[in-house]
């Protein structure tokens, strides 16, 4: 049953126009005009609907034999995910410099300036125009559909050198990027679809993109692709989870870290942990931006019996697992990271296929979170 819906663009704090989606329905006949609508509120029979579905599918788990293979082969089955899709699964993400414009060139120099006044307005929901968002089945990790994504092996130089700086500890002038002004981590790259693209607008003599995944086979994706410039990118693996691997940069270095669809794929009770690692890499006023899966979710509702693995994660066919965030839990992990609130919010979308005549409820939460200046600390 459909929610409720609204139509028009809602008024925003200060007079600013509206930072994401303007596509509002109003008239529930006028469904399938467009591929997507924006900001959809759920009826009550629908969020009780979607509750019984998930009660419905959780009440099954998986053993705990099974669970504990995919804990130990999680690098492996995400490997033997790009190995079959390789960089020609997902999207490139160029709506981020709409969702995100920290990655944005002209943001670069007055990012530390911006974030008071993003405060002010960045809680008014609104959603993606772009049709980047999460497959039904394997979606939280990127692979370039433009990109040219080369069998050649993987660079012994940058192998080595990750290796070497994962067992060093970092000076603050020897490291790779050392020299740049604005530092840019993405963790959970895929196969770059979010760093191509910022490499490709974002011309900043002063950026350097950092990225990694858990999967080697992604990194050899990306080192391999001919937008790949080691000049201004350092691409390496690394396990998120890992507590024994340091990554191959100081603490108070980074300006940006992006998770999207990236968290939710780990073992929720090791979430807190890996937040807390990254934290420390972020500088003082240095935001964590993230985009993952809400609670109700499609993808959630569709799970079968016994691909529940535990409260609200759940394991797909190919072995990569998932899980289905409330905006509390994301705050409660933030903050408890040290991070400030700038944005947290709930992207309701309904999707149609209007050749079909099907309409799919899509749920996400974006969050943007701030390292504190020290001025704000008390300190």
Not at 78 to 91: A, L, M, V
Not at 162 to 176: G, N, R, V, Y
Not at 291 to 298: L, N, Q, S
Not at 351 to 372: A, D, E, F, S
Request: include cysteine.
């Amino acid at each position: 049953m459909a929610g409720s819906y609204q139509e028009g663009t809602p008024a925003v704090p200060g007079g600013k126009r509206q930072q994401f989606g303007s596509r509002f329905l109003s008239d529930p006949a006028r469904v399938f005009h467009h591929n997507a609508w924006d900001n959809v509120e759920w009826s009550e029979e629908q969020a009780a609907a979607a509750e019984k579905k998930v009660r419905e599918n959780s009440a099954q788990r998986v053993c705990q034999e099974k669970q504990v293979d995919y804990e130990i082969n999680a690098h492996k089955y995400w490997n033997d995910f790009y190995k079959i899709h390789e960089n020609g699964f997902f999207k490139d993400r160029h709506w981020l410099f709409t969702e995100f414009p920290e990655l944005a060139p002209s943001q670069n120099q007055n990012h530390s300036a911006d974030l008071h006044t993003e405060n002010h307005w960045s809680e008014v929901p609104g959603c993606r125009r772009s049709e980047d968002g999460p497959d039904l089945i394997i979606d939280q990790r990127k692979c370039s559909s433009n990109s040219l994504g080369h069998k050649t092996q993987t660079l012994p130089i940058e192998e080595n050198v990750t290796q070497k700086l994962s067992h060093l500890e970092i000076c603050a002038d020897e490291f790779p990027g050392s020299s740049a002004t604005y530092r840019i981590l993405e963790v959970g790259c895929g196969v770059g679809n979010t760093v191509f693209p910022i490499l490709q607008t974002n011309n900043d003599p002063g950026l350097f993109v950092y990225c990694c995944d858990f999967s080697s086979a992604a990194i050899e994706l990306v080192q391999t692709n001919s937008a790949y410039d080691p000049s201004r990118c350092f691409a390496f693996v690394h396990d998120l989870c890992d507590e024994d691997k340091s990554y191959p940069l100081p603490s108070n270095s980074l300006d940006v870290i992006i998770l999207i669809f990236v968290l939710s794929a780990i073992v929720p009770d090791k979430m807190q942990k890996a937040l807390n690692r990254l934290s420390r890499l972020l500088k003082p006023g240095g935001m964590m931006l993230l985009r993952d899966y809400g609670r109700y979710d499609m993808a959630q509702l569709r799970f079968k019996k016994g691909q529940c693995l535990s409260e609200n994660f759940y394991v797909r066919g190919d072995g990569t697992r998932v899980y289905f965030f409330t905006q509390d839990e994301l705050d409660t992990l933030f903050t408890t990271a040290g991070l400030e609130k700038v944005q947290n919010l709930v992207d309701r979308r309904l999707q149609v296929n209007r050749g079909k005549q099907l309409t799919m409820y899509r749920v996400w939460i974006q969050c943007k979170y701030r390292k504190p200046l020290p001025s704000s600390t008390g300190s």
